[in-house]
């Protein structure tokens, strides 16, 4: 196994274990970057969906490219409520 599937093997757990970030750190990226609700955002490697979820309850449209496969399920699992917002890529 590769060092960069290490995650994928436990993508549950790690997402159980893995902190979220504080909301002011959004608040902090919208303010500094002048992005507004509508902005689109490309995340690279987003794992389970950690940042990607409140960058979607922002109202922005996240494309997200994920190489591991358990870790793009559970993201999609996370953002099942925000079909407009994600196009969560497996590659």
Known sequence: MQLNQTF???AELYDRAR???????YDDLARLTGIGADARVLEIAPATGIVTLPLAERGYSVTAIEMGAAL?????RHLAGFPNALSLIHI
């Open 8 to 10: 994928n093997t436990v």
């Open 19 to 25: 902190p979220r970030y504080p909301r002011a750190l």
């Open 72 to 76: 793009a399920r559970v993201a999609r």
